[in-house]
C-alpha cells in the first residue's frame, strides 16, 4: 500500500517567509510524528498527534512553528517568518496508533532551505 | 535524562567484512522500546527492528544481528558479511514512554567499499 508521503520534496524560501510542510500519513494510522533532520543537530523530535486528542507540542523549537491535522488524516507544520536555523530536512512519520512500541514509518522528508 | 549514544561518525569497511555498530542509551523508564533505522542515500528512514525492554534475546534477521544488553545499556547491530548495498547511515533510537517520540543517537555512517 501507499506509504506516507509529504509536499513538497524541496522547498526554498526567502528569510521572513512563512511556509507549509503537508504530510499524509499511511491510511488508518492514528499517530502522527513530525521531526526534523539538521546538520548540527541530528533527528529531533517536534510534534505527535494521536487520534483527535490535544497534539504534544513539547519538541517545537520555537512559537514561529505550529501544526495542525485536519480530519484525523492530513498534518500540515507551518513555519512563520522563516529564520535561516530553520532550514533542515522535516520529516513526518505515522504508526498504526500511539502506544509504545508500534514502529513509526517516515515519508520521503521535505528539505527546506532558507536563503 | 534520556539519551542516545552513538559514538561511531563513520565506519568504512571493505565488502564482506563483518562490521558492528555501536548504541549505548541512557533512560530511567522501566519499560522502553529500542529501535534502529536505515538512513540509505535516498534519505527515506526504513525500519529495522524494535526491541522491548523485557527481552534480552538477541535476533538474527538474515546478515543482521542485534545484541540487546541491559547491563551496559547497549543495543548493537552487527552486518555479517557486507555488502555494497549496506552502506548507509544508521540511526539506533530510544522510544519515550510518555509521548511514544523518538530521541536519536546521531548516527552512524557506514560505508561498505567494493
Known amino acids: 500500500g501507499a506509504g506516507v508521503s509529504q509536499s513538497p520534496s524541496n522547498k526554498v524560501t526567502e528569510k521572513g517567509k512563512d511556509v507549509e510542510l503537508r504530510c499524509d500519513p499511511i491510511?488508518?494510522?492514528?499517530?502522527l510524528y513530525w521531526y526534523r533532520q539538521s546538520l548540527g543537530q541530528g533527528l529531533e523530535f517536534l510534534i505527535y498527534f494521536q487520534g483527535n486528542s490535544a497534539p504534544d507540542k513539547s519538541g517545537l523549537p520555537s512559537d514561529r512553528f505550529s501544526a495542525e491535522r485536519t480530519g484525523g488524516s492530513v498534518s500540515t507544520l507551518t513555519i512563520q517568518r522563516t529564520q535561516q536555523e530553520d532550514s533542515a530536512v522535516y520529516l513526518c512519520a505515522s504508526s498504526l496508533e500511539g502506544r509504545q512500541g508500534h514502529e513509526q514509518y517516515f515519508g520521503p522528508g521535505t528539505r527546506l532551505t532558507v536563503t | 535524562a534520556q539519551k542516545v549514544t552513538q559514538a561511531q561518525t563513520e565506519i568504512s569497511v571493505v565488502e564482506k567484512e563483518d562490521v558492528t555498530l555501536d548504541c549505548v542509551y541512557e533512560t530511567r523508564d522501566t519499560t522502553y522500546y529500542l529501535f534502529w533505522y536505515k538512513q540509505p542515500p535516498s534519505g527515506e528512514l526504513v525500519f529495522l527492528i524494535r526491541?522491548?525492554?523485557?527481552d534480552e534475546q538477541n535476533e538474527i534477521s538474515g546478515r543482521y544481528s542485534w545484541n540487546f544488553q541491559k547491563s551496559t545499556s547497549s543495543f548493537n547491530f552487527t552486518i555479517t558479511a557486507s555488502q555494497v548495498v549496506d552502506s548507509a547511515v544508521y540511526f539506533c533510537?530510544?522510544?519515550?514512554?510518555?509521548?511514544?517520540?523518538?530521541?536519536w543517537g546521531a548516527g552512524t555512517k557506514l560505508i561498505i567499499k567494493p
Open positions: 491510511s488508518g494510522h492514528t499517530a
Open positions: 526491541r522491548n525492554s523485557f
Open positions: 533510537a530510544l522510544e519515550r514512554d510518555s509521548n511514544y517520540q523518538l530521541i
